[in-house]
């Protein structure tokens, strides 16, 4: 017995997404690398300053 199913996953779906947590992208609400140019950190780094 085979299984098989019409189901096809969107393109969209597959696609990976990130939001922007800088506030520099010029591409919001996502994420365009912009924060590596502006030096955005977070999380420990961020906090330790
Ligand atoms: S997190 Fe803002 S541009 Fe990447």
């Known amino acids: 017995m085979s299984l098989?199913?019409?189901f096809t996953p969107r393109a969209s779906w597959a696609r990976r997404v990130t939001l922007c947590r800088c506030g520099a992208s010029k591409n919001k609400p996502?994420?365009?690398g912009e924060h590596?140019?502006?030096?955005?950190?977070?999380?420990?780094?961020?906090?330790?300053k």
């Open 4 to 6: 098989t199913t019409d």
């Open 36 to 48: 590596a140019a502006i030096g955005f950190q977070a999380g420990p780094a961020a906090a330790a």
């Open 30 to 32: 996502f994420c365009d």
